[in-house]
């Protein structure tokens, strides 16, 4: 079956960068999309279609990707950041849709 | 404002049949342009995707659940539903529903779709 793989944590301090990457066989011919979770509550779509930022989704947040790879930057990352962050996308079929493992994104 | 609400058991026996019913108020389930689906999320790990189904078309399933889940509609109440069958422990989540803007790329020759606005999830339990 078909994975994204993410790395389970990555830690910033507030005001720098923060990267989240995601790797999956089909990226280059598939889109990916990004969620964010705060602790207790549903998934929000922050990134989609690799780079688009849905209206009220800070301008810090970007996506980008290239080859087998995707990334979600955060420029200038605040402390109210602090999430869960998934990737999705879908394999060569299109018929069959993935999340990736999620990356606790740790602001301090 | 387009709702989503999750409903059903909280608790499922083992072995018995999980059943939960996804409401949508502010928007129709008929529209082509939406798919419309069901995640799960196990107490402390990630999301999984269920499966998604537009009105009039395909549902898909994710492969493996296939053989368990079912994802039904009912338009005359704007409600979808989702069956798993032969629950185990390992079906204990948090199930949420989605609605999935519909589009094809022709750069990359497919139709994708992906979650905008989701439920607030419900919890379900499988226990004796």
């Known amino acids: 079956s078909y994975e994204l793989t993410q790395p389970p944590s990555v830690s910033v301090s507030p005001g720098q960068a923060a990267r989240i990457t995601c790797s999956g066989d089909?990226?280059?011919?598939?889109?990916a999309y990004w969620y964010q979770q705060k602790s207790g509550q549903a998934p929000v779509l922050v990134i989609y279609e690799d780079i688009k930022r849905p209206s009220g989704i800070p301008e810090r947040f970007s996506g980008s990707s290239s080859g087998t790879m995707a990334t979600l930057t955060i420029s200038g990352a605040q402390v109210e950041d602090e999430a869960d962050y998934y990737c999705y996308s879908t394999d060569s079929s299109a018929n069959h849709w993935v999340f990736g493992g999620g990356t606790k994104l740790t602001v301090l | 404002q387009l709702q989503l609400q999750e409903s059903g058991p909280g608790l499922v026996k083992p072995s018995e049949t999980l059943s939960l019913t996804c409401t949508v108020s502010?928007?129709?389930?008929?529209?082509?342009?939406?798919?419309w689906g069901w995640i799960r999320q196990p107490p402390g790990k990630g999301l999984e995707w269920l499966g998604s189904?537009?009105?009039?078309?395909?549902?898909y399933y994710n492969p493996s659940l296939k053989s368990r889940v079912t994802i039904s509609v009912d338009t005359s109440k704007n409600q979808f539903s989702l069956k798993v069958s032969s629950v185990t422990a390992a079906d204990t989540a948090v199930y949420y529903c989605?609605?999935?803007?519909?589009?094809?790329?022709?750069?990359?020759?497919?139709?994708?779709?992906?979650?905008?606005?989701w439920g607030k999830g419900t919890t379900v339990t499988v226990s004796s």
């Open positions: 502010g928007g129709s389930i008929s529209s082509s342009t939406y798919y």
């Open positions: 989605a609605r999935e803007p519909s589009g094809y790329s022709y750069g990359y020759g497919y139709s994708f779709h992906y979650m905008d606005v």
């Open positions: 089909a990226l280059p011919k598939r889109y």
């Open positions: 189904f537009y009105y009039g078309g395909s549902t």
